[in-house]
Each structure stands twice: as structure tokens, then as C-alpha cells.
């Protein structure tokens, strides 16, 4: 399909970058996790909390860096108890995502924040399958579940979490790594990324959130990932920068958490338009949605009115488009979704 990307005036935009067909491929689904079902949640199990009610909690979400809003972020999973929390949480997530067009989603989780509390990891998987399950049949969003290792805790650690979801791995379609990167370097990982690969998951690693470039070399050389989560520190690396276009290797942005994180001032300095203009295959994603002041299409719509002279229409497609191409489904899936995409920009030309 021909798009003549200046034929889509700009005031159509924001409204197109909402309803255009996307993938999600940076979600935390404990991330997900709104005031509103978090107080709830700690009511029906009796979860004492350091916040009194949703303006106290929302207060507590001004972060100063990445470790500050981990320990809040964990603090709040710690309500997560029961199979049907995990599949609560995980329904709500599909109703928001299916508002923003999100045809596909690739779902973090971590299962060693509720195993830690004595939770058995089959309630955290089965909950959160069924939710994908029900969210497939209802909702037309195919999903993935990404089991990720918290690079705070030790190798073994995450060999033995890997070990335990073994009896789910059918539930799978990949690991990740997350957690404080700094001082937390992908090589300490190497042999529980080995096994996973061996298993047949496919690797992704958060590097270069915090961390040096450096640490996206080692997820790479180390880790064998598919995928690096984050990853906007490259360009501190001109050869790295290199490498990741030549060998497409995708690059899974958030743009509000860098902001909320302080990885970017601002989104007018994001250089989410410099890692495009390098030619990598960035992708546009939400993290955290619940604590990060908004879900995948605010992303969009933000950091386009952040940057209206790098950011039109033509990114909005390119962005779309790269976030098709790096999911971990069938070439003939992505091109199903290619020809949406190509779709909804058509009709948006004037
Ligand atoms: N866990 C949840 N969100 C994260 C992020 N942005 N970086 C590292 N670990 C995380
Ligand atoms: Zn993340």
C-alpha cells in the first residue's frame, strides 16, 4: 500500500497514534498495578500499608531514580496473593491496552517479588495465563508471558525461579532481566540465560537504562538476547550504535519512565528520534504504566507533542512498524499487522 506520510495533517495525528494497530513488548505486569485495585487488594488480604489511600499513594510516585521507585514498586506487589489477583491484574491490563489498539503484548513478570512472600509461582503463572487466555478469546490481543530474573538477587537464585516454572514452561515464550542495574551486570547471568535458550525461550535483558553501554555489549555477547529493554544509553557508544542498527537488534523504549526515572530530563530531550535517525529498530512501550502517569498510547501521543518537529507521521508508522518486527511471533502474523498499520494510515491521509 502506497502511504504519502504528508498527506496526514498534523492534528490527525495524536488521534492516529491512539487507534493505530500496535504491539506492547515493554510491560511489567506488576507495573500495572492502579492505586485503586492495590488498596483494594491489601483490604481483602489485611496488607498493612505505608499509604493511607490513592492521593498519599500517587504522592509516593515521585521518583528520583530507578532504585526509589523499585522499592515502592515492590511494596505495592506485595499485595498479589491469590491466583485470582494475578489474574485480575492481568485482565484489567488487557481492557486498558485493547483501548490503545494493542493487538499484541509481550507481559514481564517477576516472579521471584511474590515467590520471596511464600507465594507459590504456579498462582502467578496460571492467573496470569488465564488472563492472557480470556484476553485472546474477548479481546482479539494475543500475549506472551516473559519470565524475568531480578539481577539484585544471585545466579542461583534465578536458575532455581527457572527451575520452578519449569511445569508452566509451555506458558512461556521467553525470560528477561530486571531490577537495579547498576552494579548488576548481564554477565552474571550467563549460565541461567544459557539454560533458557537451551529450553527454547527467547531472551530479552533490560541494559542501558541506568547502566553503561557497556552492559548492552554484555547482554548481547554474553546473553544472546533478542531484544534489549531500554537500551537508550547506546548512543554513547557511536560503534554500538553500529552494531545494533546492523544487526537489527530491537530496542524496547519507554519513554515516560525515563522521565519519571530521570534517565532524560524531559521528553523534548528523549533521543528517541536520534536512535530512529540511526536507523535502529526502536519501539515504543509503557513499562509501568500505573506509576509512570500513563499506558502505551500516552506514551506515543506525548512524546510526539514533546518533539513535533522530529516526530510526525512517518515515525508514528515507522515506530508501529518496528514493534511488529521485533515481537517473537510468525512472519506471516507480523505481516497481518503490517497491512492494519498500513491501513489506518491510509485512511488518516487527506
Ligand atoms: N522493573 C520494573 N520496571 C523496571 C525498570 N524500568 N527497570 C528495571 N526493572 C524494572
Ligand atoms: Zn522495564
Redesign the pocket.
Known amino acids: 500500500m502506497n502511504i504519502d506520510f504528508d498527506r496526514i495533517p498534523r492534528d490527525a495525528l495524536p488521534a492516529l497514534l491512539r487507534t493505530m494497530p500496535k504491539a506492547e513488548l515493554h510491560l511489567?505486569i506488576?507495573?500495572t498495578l492502579e492505586p485503586e485495585m492495590l488498596l483494594r487488594l491489601a483490604h481483602r488480604h489485611g496488607v498493612a500499608l505505608p499509604w493511607a489511600g490513592v492521593e498519599a499513594l500517587r504522592a509516593a510516585y515521585d521518583f528520583a531514580d530507578?532504585q526509589s521507585?523499585?522499592d515502592v514498586?515492590y511494596a505495592g506487589a506485595g499485595v498479589l496473593r491469590d491466583e485470582a489477583d494475578f489474574f485480575e491484574l492481568a485482565w484489567a491490563y488487557f481492557e486498558r491496552a485493547a483501548a490503545d489498539n494493542v493487538v499484541h503484548a509481550e507481559i514481564?513478570f517477576?516472579p521471584q517479588t511474590h515467590t520471596a512472600r511464600g507465594v507459590p509461582i504456579d498462582r502467578v503463572i496460571l492467573g496470569l495465563h488465564h488472563a492472557a487466555r480470556r484476553a485472546h478469546q474477548e479481546l482479539r490481543i494475543s500475549s506472551g508471558l516473559i519470565l524475568?530474573f531480578l539481577r539484585h538477587l544471585s545466579e542461583d537464585e534465578a536458575m532455581a525461579t527457572l527451575d520452578a516454572a519449569l511445569p508452566w514452561r509451555e506458558h512461556l515464550v521467553g525470560v528477561g532481566l530486571?531490577?537495579?542495574?547498576r552494579g548488576h551486570p548481564p554477565e552474571k547471568f550467563a549460565r541461567v540465560f544459557a539454560r533458557a535458550r537451551e529450553l527454547g525461550l527467547e531472551c530479552v535483558a533490560?541494559a542501558g537504562?541506568e547502566g553503561p553501554a557497556a552492559y548492552i555489549e554484555q547482554a548481547l555477547d554474553l546473553l544472546q538476547v533478542r531484544r534489549i529493554?531500554?537500551g537508550v544509553r547506546c548512543t554513547e557508544s557511536p560503534a554500538l550504535v553500529q552494531r545494533l542498527a546492523r544487526e537489527r537488534v530491537p530496542l524496547t523504549v519507554?519513554p515516560l519512565?525515563n522521565v519519571r526515572?530521570r534517565v532524560f530530563p524531559d521528553l523534548a530531550s528523549h533521543n528517541l528520534p536520534e536512535l530512529l535517525a540511526a536507523g535502529l529498530c526502536a519501539t515504543v512501550n509503557s513499562?509501568?504504566p500505573a506509576y509512570f502517569g500513563g499506558y502505551v498510547a500516552d506514551n506515543y501521543v506525548q512524546l510526539f507533542a514533546a518533539q513535533p518537529q522530529q516526530l510526525g507521521a512517518r515515525e508514528a508508522h515507522r515506530l508501529a512498524a518496528n514493534g511488529f518486527e521485533a515481537s517473537f511471533v510468525d512472519d506471516a502474523t507480523k505481516a497481518g499487522w503490517r497491512r492494519e498499520l498500513d491501513a489506518a494510515f491510509a485512511a488518516a491521509m487527506r
Open positions: 511489567h506488576e507495573g530507578l521507585f523499585l514498586y514481564f517477576d524475568c530486571d531490577s537495579s542495574e533490560h537504562e529493554d531500554h519507554c519512565s526515572l513499562d509501568d
